[in-house]
C-alpha cells in the first residue's frame, strides 16, 4: 500500500511568488492534515480536513494561505504571496479514524525555501 | 504553554544499549493520546508506537516501548538494543479529547548511536 506522498519535495522560490503545495493521502483515509516546521521551531498543526470538508483551520497562520481539498482525494496548500517565514517543510499526513485510535501517517515534506 | 516537552536536544547511545527519550505533557482532558515519530536524515515522518490515555498497559511496538505514568503526566519512549539505523529525531505527540484530532509536538530529540 503507498504511503502519503507530497509534491514537489523540495521547492525554492522568490518572496512574493505563489507556491502551491500537493499530497496525496494513503487511499481510503478521510482524514488529512497539513504541519509545518518553520526552523528551529516545532512543527506545528495548520488543517485538517474530513474528505472535502476542513474541519479545523485554526492553525493557518494567515490568509495567504490557501487549502483546497477538491472531491476529497488529494490536497493543495497554496501560498500566496510568499513571504520569507514561510520557509520550513510542510508536512501532510492522512489517517482513518478507527475505534478510538487515529495514527496520523505522515508524508517526506516538502521543504519550502523563500528568497 | 507547552503541551509537550522534551528536555533532551540530543543524546548518543552506544551501539546494543537502550535508550530512554523524555516526554512530559500537559493536558486536562481525560482523553488524550501520546504518540512517537522517528524522523531519520531522509525527512520522512515514521510512525513509532502509540498509548492511550485509559489505556493499562505501557505500549509496546518490538524494540520500541513507552514507559507511561499518568500521574507524572510523563510518556518516556525506551529503545532496546540500539541499531545504527536507530539514529534520526525522535518526536513525542499529543492528541487530546476524543474530538479533536491535531497533533502537539514536542521539539524533538537527536539520537546519535555509536558503533
Known amino acids: 500500500e503507498a504511503g502519503v506522498t507530497q509534491f514537489p519535495s523540495h521547492s525554492v522560490i522568490e518572496k512574493g511568488q505563489t507556491v502551491t503545495l500537493r499530497c496525496d493521502p494513503i487511499?481510503?483515509?478521510?482524514?488529512l492534515y497539513w504541519y509545518r516546521r518553520v526552523m528551529g521551531k516545532e512543527i506545528k498543526f495548520l488543517l485538517h480536513?474530513?474528505?472535502?470538508?476542513?474541519?479545523?483551520e485554526s492553525g493557518m497562520p494567515n490568509n495567504r494561505f490557501l487549502a483546497e481539498r477538491t472531491g476529497g482525494t488529494y490536497s493543495t496548500l497554496k501560498v500566496q504571496p510568499a513571504e520569507l517565514e514561510d520557509s520550513g517543510v510542510y508536512f501532510c499526513?492522512?489517517?482513518?479514524?478507527?475505534?478510538?485510535?487515529?495514527?496520523?501517517?505522515f508524508g517526506p515534506g516538502t521543504r519550502l525555501l523563500v528568497l | 504553554a507547552q503541551k509537550i516537552t522534551q528536555t533532551q536536544p540530543g543524546m548518543f547511545v552506544q551501539e546494543k544499549e537502550a535508550v530512554t527519550l523524555d516526554c512530559t505533557y500537559d493536558?486536562?482532558?481525560?482523553?488524550?493520546?501520546l504518540f512517537w515519530y522517528k524522523q531519520p536524515s531522509s525527512g520522512e515522518m515514521i510512525f513509532l508506537i502509540y498509548?492511550?490515555?485509559?489505556?493499562?498497559q505501557n505500549a509496546t511496538e518490538g524494540r520500541y516501548s513507552l514507559n507511561f505514568q499518568k500521574a507524572r503526566k510523563s510518556a518516556n519512549l525506551v529503545i532496546s538494543a540500539s541499531q545504527l539505523g536507530d539514529s534520526a529525531m525522535y518526536f513525542c505527540?499529543?492528541?487530546?479529547?476524543?474530538?479533536?484530532?491535531?497533533?502537539?509536538f514536542g521539539a524533538g530529540t537527536t539520537v546519535t548511536v555509536r558503533a
Open positions: 493536558t486536562s482532558d481525560p482523553s488524550y493520546g
Open positions: 505527540a499529543m492528541r487530546e479529547g476524543s474530538n479533536d484530532y491535531k497533533l502537539s
Open positions: 499526513a492522512s489517517s482513518q479514524r478507527r475505534a478510538g485510535l487515529e495514527t496520523q501517517y
Open positions: 480536513f474530513v474528505k472535502e470538508s476542513k474541519q479545523d
Open positions: 498509548q492511550g490515555s485509559y489505556d493499562q
Open positions: 487511499s481510503g483515509h478521510d482524514n
